[in-house]
């Protein structure tokens, strides 16, 4: 059937993952991660594109997209950690927390370094009256110095509209916009920056699939991607061929495959 150097990158990657919990409602479940099925765990890793004998078929790994990426999930569908492995076999990795109730209220953030797993960082979740998740706080491991924040806002249906970014003080660096469908599925959503200029835009599909990024840029044509997926019977995509478009050319950019393993 028919997504670096060194530490930084993987630290970027992971603070993107631990402090925006929006990727509609809060991010870190199956059903908010457009996951179907009872999944335990999703393995992504990219390559080259390369065209043989007029077909399309994966090359070597991606130099755009070098790291592995792990998700794994319990068994009541609640993201437990996300692990991000680059090519030299260090990695960072972020663990969840839940009360008895499945509410996530604590996360950590850890990077190996000569063979060694530091602890980094400290992430509190703070939920409003509605049980819905409207602040996340990062803080350094002695709790002294906040480095971050993200305060999420709520529209219609208890659906999450806006998601405003801080950094250490109560200057806002940067937001992220939601619009749904009629049905309540994601279908837009706009990245914008501290000068509150669109720098991203992405799109998706009736199911909830990403379908095109939007790259925008000041001083030339916006660069735009577009996917092309591959589904497994359980309606969650396996494989998924990126393309890019800019000044009228087009071209493949990465082939993505994901591994997805369920709980029996």
């Known amino acids: 059937m028919k997504k670096y150097i060194r530490h930084g990158i993987v630290f970027l990657a992971l603070v993107s993952f ?4 929006c990727e509609k409602e809060t991010g870190y479940s199956l059903r ?33 997209l070098p790291d592995e990426v792990l998700h794994f999930f319990n068994e009541i569908g609640l993201k437990t950690e996300t692990r991000i492995i680059r090519p030299d076999g260090s990695y960072g990795r972020n663990v969840l927390e839940y009360d008895d109730n499945g509410k996530l209220f604590k996360g950590r953030m850890f990077l190996s370094e000569n063979g060694r797993e530091l602890l980094m960082y400290h992430y509190n979740y703070i939920h409003g009256e509605s049980g819905k ?35 250490s003080g ?16 994601l279908e837009t959503q706009i990245i914008y920056g501290q000068d509150n200029v669109p720098e991203s835009t992405y799109n ?20 735009k991607y577009y996917y ?31 591994r997805i393993v369920y709980y029996k």
């Open 18 to 21: 631990m402090i925006s919990g």
């Open 32 to 64: 908010s991660l457009n996951l179907k099925g009872n999944v335990k765990s999703v393995h992504e890793i990219s390559y080259e594109p390369v065209v043989m004998f007029g077909q399309m078929t994966k090359g070597p790994r991606s130099k755009l």
């Open 133 to 167: 998740l409207i602040e996340t706080v990062m803080h350094s491991i002695d709790g002294d110095s906040i480095f971050g924040r993200t305060v999420n806002i709520y529209g219609e249906h208890d659906r999450i509209i806006e998601e405003k970014r801080y950094g």
């Open 170 to 185: 109560d200057t806002v660096v940067g937001r992220i916009t939601f619009a749904y469908n009629e049905k309540g599925i």
């Open 204 to 223: 998706f599909d009736s199911d909830g699939h990403e379908q095109e990024m939007i790259i925008h840029q000041e001083n030339s044509d916006d660069l």
């Open 228 to 258: 092309i997926y591959e589904f497994d019977e359980k309606g969650n995509w396996t494989s998924r061929i990126t393309y890019f478009y800019q000044n009228g050319k087009e071209a493949a950019n990465t082939i993505t495959e994901r």
